[in-house]
């Protein structure tokens, strides 16, 4: 089956900064590569996604890359502020079900 | 994602006992599915639904038992054979369509005591 890696686990930026959080998946057959959004204690919410025949989409502060060849894809965020601070999740869409990465949990400092 | 409802919030449990979690959703989504989140782990596959009175397996389904009879409806039980089963439990449903985008219910928190 899919298989998820997502790095890094955790990231500590300053306000202002850049944020990246990049992730592979083993199964070629793969098209569909959405990012969660959880705060605490809360639901995931989708953030961004993009599918195997794009290989880059944008959403104002956030951004997503996608490279088929080598299997991996990133979430840009630009310009972080504190309340971009939450866990940060990657998933992969085979046939019929989504596979998550481990998350990251991402700290933005003021 | 407001149209899935999961109760209880948070639930206790002794061990031994069979607990059901409840999801029901107003969405007329077809698919729908079980995750369990413990931390560090992200979100793991339970069961999943693709049809009233049909379900699959997911990667951790020893323990957990489900049912579809109604599309609004899909209740997770979690037996005593479940060695582990504190954890954060989020529904979730498909839509369907070009990007095929998954909501999540609000989650149910459970703790075995």
């Known amino acids: 089956g899919e298989n998820v890696e997502q790095h890094p686990s955790t990231l500590s930026v300053q306000e202002g900064d850049s944020a990246v959080i990049k992730c592979t998946y083993s199964?070629?057959?793969?098209?569909?590569f959405p990012w969660y959004k959880q705060e605490l204690g809360k639901r995931p919410q989708l953030i961004i996604d993009?599918?195997?025949?794009?290989g880059e989409k944008k959403d104002q502060r956030i951004a997503v890359t996608l490279n088929k060849t080598a299997k991996h894809f990133s979430l840009h965020i630009t310009e972080t502020q504190p309340e971009d601070s939450a866990v940060y999740f990657c998933?992969?869409?085979?046939?019929?079900?989504?596979?998550f990465g481990k998350g990251t949990m991402l700290l933005v400092s003021p | 994602d407001g149209g899935i409802t999961q109760s209880p919030k948070y639930l206790f449990r002794k061990e031994g006992q069979n607990v059901t979690l409840s999801c029901e959703q107003n969405?007329?989504?077809?698919?729908m599915y079980w995750y369990r989140q413990d931390p560090g782990q992200g979100l793991r596959l339970i069961y999943y639904?693709?049809?009233?009175?049909?379900?699959q397996k997911g990667d951790i389904a020893e323990g957990y038992s489900v049912s579809r009879e109604k599309k609004e409806s899909f209740p997770l039980t979690v037996t005593s054979a479940q060695k582990n089963p504190t954890a954060f439990y989020l529904c979730?449903?498909?839509?369907?369509?070009?990007?095929?985008?998954?909501?999540f219910g609000p989650g149910t928190r459970l703790t075995v005591l």
């Open positions: 998933a992969a869409r085979g046939y019929s079900t989504l596979t």
């Open positions: 969405l007329n989504h077809d698919a």
């Open positions: 979730a449903t498909l839509k369907p369509g070009r990007t095929d985008t998954q909501y």
């Open positions: 199964d070629s057959a793969s098209n569909y």
């Open positions: 639904s693709q049809i009233v009175n049909d379900f």
């Open positions: 993009i599918r195997s025949n794009v």
